[in-house]
């Protein structure tokens, strides 16, 4: 089962945590980067320095003077952790610091640069460790005194001799602080990856809360429970929408429990009538054998109350093959003809029926069963519930802005019905008539036509004028 809490924690951790790690990856080499740069901007002036301390001066046995003390830069002279330079003039030595002087191997490597330009590169120092070394190609500057004196000082530059200069310094420390860098970046990452996921759950499981708030609502409520609704007050924004969805399916199977408790007391009750009638009729017939007036009249009566019976069952058994979910089959049906022939055989009676058809609805696709039990079960309902001396209206006519027919059947009414008894009217076995006086009518006959309505996909609709004529309107 797929879990919502662990798949929206696992998505949102890994979403984070794959950013927070991304920004510092790129903040570690950054760091990395400009502390790469700084040590090298940091040999590039020591070198630079060195670079300016070298002048020449025709005093100079070499014509070369490097005004260089040791005491005011000890690393080139000490054991602690030393530092080297060494100077060539010529392709030959010039001047290298002491610390050099100290190993078996003093050279610093050579490397092949243009003039004043310099190059930064890896070595093995002398003493062992991993280093950097600056190398640059340079000419020394003229002493100030000198530079007075010349004519042609353009000349005299061009005509100088060049130097080489090798710095070297050892870059363990850097690399130390490299490495500290990238473990404080990794115990980061790992200590951000658990942070991010334990909040991320309790985040969730916090925002899940409502989701068993509204549970737990759900589980106090049953059919037979006082509460209908679930409380929507506290809930969040999201949930509502669902809260109110499932309060409409709570109080639409709540109205469909109660209409079938209504229905389920009201068969027994149509049923109990000539049950009991048969049970009366049997225990007289059985108590009075030699009775002639009920021995004679006990076949009619028994096979009349029979009659009632299969009528309330066939009605209900109808009324459950109207609800069927299948797709009725649609065909060409003659209205006129299929209309005359309901007349024909509901109005025995012989009443008057007024029925007119426009030209442009003489056929239509339909369910020929389906729309023929509608328009049997309303002429049968409008002759029943009618005065004798009133008439029944039949028209069939085009909607007036799409291709559907309009079917409308109206009739005087025995009874006032007010927008109350107009919301049971299609209810199985609810009649006007509480008592239930009839005997031939159950209540099933407008249910069945409501439900044959909705199978074939066709609007239904009743209204009372008020002269008290009521007319059923079905628009296919």
Known sequence: ???????????????????????????????????????????????????????????????????????????????????????????????????????????????????????????????????????????????????????????????????????????????????????????????????????????????????EQLNNELQKINLNSEISAINTANLPDELIVIANGINHFIRENKNLYS??????????????????????LSEVAIKFPHEKQLSDNFKVDVLNITERLRNIVNSILLLQKSTNSIKLAKQKIELKQLINNVIKIENKAKRTINFTLDKSCESIQANEFALTTILCNLVNNALFYSPDNTPITISVLPHSENKQVIFSLTNVSEHHFSEQDFALFFDPLWQKDASRTSTDRYGLGLAIVKSYCENISATLQVAMSAEKEITFTIII
């Open 259 to 280: 209409r079938e408790k209504r229905i389920t007391s009201d068969i027994a009750h149509e049923l109990k009538t000539p049950i009991a009638e048969l049970l009366n």
């Open 1 to 211: 089962m797929t879990s919502i809490k662990k798949k929206l924690s696992r998505y949102i951790s890994i979403s984070i945590s794959i950013l927070l790690v991304s920004i510092l990856l790129i903040t570690d080499i950054a760091v990395d980067s400009w502390i790469d740069v700084e040590f090298d901007r940091a040999m590039t002036n020591k070198a630079n320095l060195l670079t300016t301390l070298i002048s020449e001066d025709s005093d100079e046995i070499h014509g070369i003077e490097f005004d260089f003390a040791d005491e005011f830069m000890p690393e080139f002279s000490g054991n602690n952790d030393p530092e080297y330079f060494q100077l060539w003039l010529d392709n030959k030595v010039f001047e290298r610091s002491k610390t050099l002087a100290l190993f078996d191997i003093n050279d610093l490597p050579r490397t092949t640069v243009k003039l004043n330009q310099s190059v930064i590169i890896d070595i093995t120092l002398p003493d062992g460790r991993s280093g950097r070394m600056y190398f640059t190609k340079f000419k020394p500057q003229i002493d100030t005194d000198d530079r007075e004196g010349l004519v042609d000082l353009l000349q005299v530059v061009q005509n100088q001799k060049t130097m080489e200069l090798a710095y070297a310094v050892s870059n363990e420390g850097l690399n130390q602080i490299l490495w500290f860098v990238d473990i404080i970046f990794i115990l980061t990452s790992l200590a951000a990856v658990f942070a991010v996921r334990l909040i991320v759950f309790k985040v969730v499981d916090r925002g899940l809360k409502p989701i």
